[in-house]
């Protein structure tokens, strides 16, 4: 069966890759039909399904799936005035599900992503994919040429040093897309027909100090290591902005990677995007975005987070100061912003006990883990 795991010299599939240990979020103001075509992979896994807009109105799931569904007025009875902290009208609103989780690791999708192809014509599993990307170490310190030298058939190359060689904890996993690509308004409108079919057979290490534009549809992370900081931001419905909401977590997330020794990693696995949001429409969400993240991206690339900050909830709270004193000049907004980046850890550490926490400093001074997962292989090593 698809997405489980079978040992060597039997034809018995054992149980899937960390069938206890995910949860599924997704976002949603529609019936998830689009389940069918995952249910191969995703059945055995338990699903968390934010329901955006309107609370009232019924969403269908198909049959056969473990799931709970929120929706608006839960987040509402569930976090009281902190709720004010979760976008309304925007995606945004998936990461009310990292909070509620209690599981060690999240994979979360769009409900307009479909399983894609290999260039073999073999359905592509999306969620194993991630795993083994989140099972294997990182390279955030030096650049392996080979990309990930964790993955069978690859080693790392001559000149790499030795002692870097075990790697750090990977804590997200960054997946990619083909069909319709990730594109801004502008770019949208410049290239309407454009669709992406390069299939690129490579997971590599985004390189520490580096920023990237995180995307949210395809996305992966060790919730334990790095959950507190995945908050996706104030966008949506009484905000001047939108669409920036995986973005600004990305940002943020990159930075206390880097601080606290941990790796992300981008590109395998792809999966099918299958519609195109229209692009006038993101063009009035993203306008002001577009001006302002020239500020944004300097602020990360400089924002330089203290030694004693050995926590991602410390290391989150200082980035909050840090916007509210620096962003806050720009726009009002990063003033709002600051204050919910607060209130989203308050109300992450009331639903979430901070034994989690208190372990990452310890994790961190532990010996660095071995090779772990092969990312070629379907069993641990």
């Known amino acids: 069966m698809a997405g489980t795991v079978t040992v060597p010299g039997s034809s018995v599939p054992s149980t899937p890759l960390l069938k206890d240990e995910l949860d599924i979020v997704i976002p949603t103001i529609r019936n998830l039909d689009f389940l069918e075509m995952w249910r ?8 968390i399904i934010v329901q955006d807009g309107d609370p009232t109105k019924t969403i269908k799931v198909p049959e056969g799936f473990d799931y709970e569904l929120y929706n608006r007025n839960d987040i509402n009875r569930i976090l009281g005035p902190k709720a004010s902290c979760i976008s309304f009208k ?63 058939g690859a080693d790392f190359v001559r000149g790499y040093p030795f002692s ?11 997946g990619l897309w083909l069909n319709i690509p990730d594109y801004d308004a502008p770019t ?47 966008m949506g419905d009484g905000q001047p902005i939108g669409r920036y909401d995986d973005m600004w977590a990305g940002w943020c997330v ?19 995007h299958s519609k195109a949001s229209n692009p006038f429409v993101n063009l009035k969400k993203e306008y002001k975005g577009i001006f302002w993240q020239e500020d944004i991206i300097p602020f990360f690339q400089n924002v ?23 962003l806050g000049k720009i726009d009002p907004y990063f003033v709002k912003l600051a204050d919910a980046m607060v209130t989203w850890i308050e109300a992450w550490d009331e639903l979430n006990p901070s034994a989690a926490a208190a372990l990452l400093p310890l994790l961190l001074r532990t010996a660095r883990p071995s090779r772990g997962l092969c990312q070629g292989s379907s069993v641990p090593l």
Request: with cysteine; hydrophobic share 35%; aromatic share 12%.
């Open 40 to 47: 191969p992979f995703f059945q055995p896994y338990h699903l």
């Open 90 to 152: 925007d995606s945004a609103c998936r990461c009310f599900g990292y909070m509620v989780s209690k599981k060690k690791y999240i994979f979360t999708i769009d409900d307009d992503c479909f399983v894609a192809k290999d260039p073999t014509g073999k359905d592509i599993n999306a969620l194993e994919q991630h795993i083994k990307n989140l099972l294997s170490p990182s390279t955030p310190f030096f650049f392996n040429t080979l990309y990930d030298p964790y993955r069978e």
């Open 164 to 174: 870097l060689r075990e790697g750090a904890h990977t804590a997200v996993s960054h």
């Open 188 to 234: 949208q409108m410049v290239k309407p027909r454009e669709r992406n079919s390069r299939y690129v057979d490579a997971v590599l290490t985004i390189p520490k100090g580096t920023l990237f534009p995180m995307c949210g549809m395809n996305l992966a992370f060790d919730r334990e290591l790095i959950g507190a900081a995945m908050y996706f931001g104030l």
């Open 254 to 272: 990159k930075v206390i990677c880097d601080h606290l020794s941990l790796g992300v990693k981008t590109g395998l696995p792809y999966l099918w």
């Open 304 to 326: 330089t987070i203290p030694k004693e900050h050995d926590t991602v909830q410390k290391c989150y709270i200082y980035l909050a100061d840090q916007v509210k004193e620096k």
